[in-house]
Every structure is written in C-alpha cells, then in structure tokens.
C-alpha cells in the first residue's frame, strides 16, 4: 500500500457487494456498487446487483434507471426486464410491468422467473385462469421451483378448487418439511375442505414452535368453532385479538364458522358485535 492508501479495484468492490447482499445489507452493497460504477460506468454487473439492491430497498425508480441503462447496452437482457418489471409492478404500473415480462420472455423463452412473475402480476389484477398458466410454463422450465408450485396453490384457493390447492401445497411440504407457509396454507385447505381435526393438528404442529403466530390462533380458533368446541375457539380466538384486534375482529364477524356463535355473550363482548 502506497502513502496516501490504495484505490479498491472494482473486483474487489464487486465480491465485498455480493457478500453484503447475502447478508441483507442492500444499503452498504449499493454503496460499494457506486464507487465501482463510478470507475466503470458501463459495468453491466454492478448495474445489475445495484438494481436489485434498490428494488430491497423499494427505491423502485432508481432500480427502474439501473435496469433502463442496462438496457440501452443489450435491449434483450431478459434479467434486466424482468427485474425491471418487479419494480413497475410495485409502483402499480401494471401495463408497463407486464410488457416487461412478455418482453423478457421473448427474449429468452426459458427464463422461468418472468413467467413466475407475470403469473403473480395476473393474479394481482384477478386474471386467474391465465396466471395459472404462467405458472404451469414456470414448472415446465423449471419443475423444481416451489415458490411456483405454493403460489399456484393459493390461486387455486381463491378460486375455490380446494382439493386441488390442497395438492400443491401437499407436493410443496412434501419436498421441502421446513416450508411453513405451505404446512400452514396444507392446514387451511383441509379445513375449507371440512377436516377441521386433520387441520387442527396442522395448526398444534406450527404453534409448537411458533406459539405466537396470529394468522395460526386464528386459523385454529376457525377450525375449533367449526367442531362445536366453542369454549376452545373463544380461548383462542381472545388470544388472536389480543395481538392484532382490528383485523381479527373485522374476519371473525365476517367468518362463516363463527356465525353460531353469534348470540354467545362472550363472543359480541369479543369482536364488539
């Protein structure tokens, strides 16, 4: 090292941003990607990591200026406009986000996440049927990835087809055990489906490690009412409100399970009905 210290080179800029961005520390990546920009304006990695660290961030219209530069250097960087389209589609612009997808796919037909994301970017607008067969092209390209799998599951969900749903989340569990999201949406569906005790201990699985989880006190308390054990559902259901009183509140009044128990006391006094 000379006197006056030494300039980093852009090599070593580039891995120290890459190591901060495995630790979620977007922030400090984006500021070792300027000093590499600074040298290498046209640098399409660190362009690249740098929009992705400002999408983290929700800086969506700089994320948005580092993929458009990107693209000025190679207008098919089908990573660049599919990254480009998360940041439109966050700021709302649905038009334009999905033309980056549709875009991204022309250029590079086996890019799985643009079809992943313009499946997500459907069900945001209420366009199921076609997300779903998004996210099918996503499983073809790409059988192994969960995260399309789980999502089709929740738009099956929401259209009702319970046993189908069911399906998704089972094969999703099924591969990966630590997936709690799908044991749980696997504990939802079996009670949409009417198994309340086969959801139940779902729900008693997730909460002996995660006691506090509202959605799953909540779920539980659902399931419980639905069999009858009102004293348990009550129990649980104080316990949901406790932690997040208006939302449980405003689904419980709204909640079929719960509508026997309308004239219970304790339960007005509950959801202030």
Known sequence: MGLFGSK??????????ASLMEKNHPKGAISLLNKVLKQEPK??????????????????????????LLLEINSKDAQALNNKGIALSEMGNIPDANECYDKA????????ASYFNKGV?????????????YLDKTLTIDPKKDNAMFYKGIILGKMKKHEESLNCFELVFRKNPEHTDALFHK?????????????????DQILSKHKDNVNVVYAKSRSAA????????LELLKQAISKNPKVIRAWAREEKAFTHMHNNDRFRALVKI
């Open 8 to 17: 980093e080179n852009s090599e070593d800029l580039m891995y120290k941003a």
């Open 43 to 68: 640098n399409t990695q660190a362009l690249f990591n740098k929009g992705l660290a400002l999408n983290k961030i929700k800086k969506y219209n700089d994320a948005v200026t580092c993929f458009d």
């Open 105 to 112: 796919i022309n250029a590079d037909p086996k890019h799985a």
């Open 121 to 133: 970017l459907l069900d945001k607008i209420q366009e199921h049927d076609e997300a779903l067969i």
């Open 187 to 203: 504990g939802i569906e079996l009670a949409e489906l009417g198994h309340h005790e086969k959801a139940i201990n779902i729900f």
């Open 226 to 233: 639905a069999l009858g054990k009102h004293q348990d559902a």
